[in-house]
């Protein structure tokens, strides 16, 4: 069973359009299990890394069976967890790399598999980190022309993250 963590930006909740359409996406697996975490009423990004480590650690997934995705802060969370514990997937839609308010601006991303979609008019997290924080890794890299909220590429992310879904499901099963 593969576990996908939901992670929502620092402006959104958890029935935010994207997380709901990642989450439809990842029931449609037979062997996946969604988790759409919550950060609301938490606004610093240590509160909300601590409250995701917590959550992993308390349900008890295994971390080469876990897939995180996130949007924006979301991201980073995401990465921020995955440089502390190898996971099986990375899902990143504009990560909130290189922001000077971040703990750290740009972790190494520790996943067996990472895709990243950013926008070329986003104003909130500029691409130009994004793009270094791949190229650095060489970590598969989707730049569209859309802004921040990434809401108009809104059926090349879920189509993205089919295919990233069943690349990480393939791989695990050829890991066991």
């Given amino acids: 069973m593969m576990t996908v963590y939901l992670s929502h930006g620092l402006e959104s909740g958890p029935g935010a359009l994207k997380m ?22 938490m606004d610093e990004p240590t509160d909300r890394l601590a409250h995701l480590t917590r959550t992993l650690q308390s349900r008890g997934d ?8 996130g949007s924006s802060l979301g991201g980073w969370l995401s990465a921020a967890v995955s440089a502390q514990t190898p996971v099986l997937g990375c899902f990143l839609l504009a990560p909130a790399l290189g922001l000077p308010e971040y703990p750290e601006t740009s972790p190494t991303i520790q996943a067996q598999y990472t895709h990243i979609i950013h926008g070329w008019q986003d104003n909130v997290v500029p691409p130009g980190p994004v793009i270094e924080r791949a190229r650095v890794q060489r970590l ?37």
């Fill in 62 to 69: 295994d971390p080469a069976r876990c897939v995180l995705a």
């Fill in 140 to 176: 598969s890299l989707r730049m569209i022309d859309d802004d921040h909220r990434l809401h108009s590429s809104l059926d090349t992310i879920l189509a993205d993250f089919r295919r990233f879904l069943a690349q990480c499901s393939d791989g695990q099963r050829g890991a066991t």
């Fill in 20 to 41: 709901q359409a990642l989450k439809g996406v990842a029931e449609q697996l037979d062997d996946c299990e969604p988790v759409i975490m919550d950060y609301r009423g």
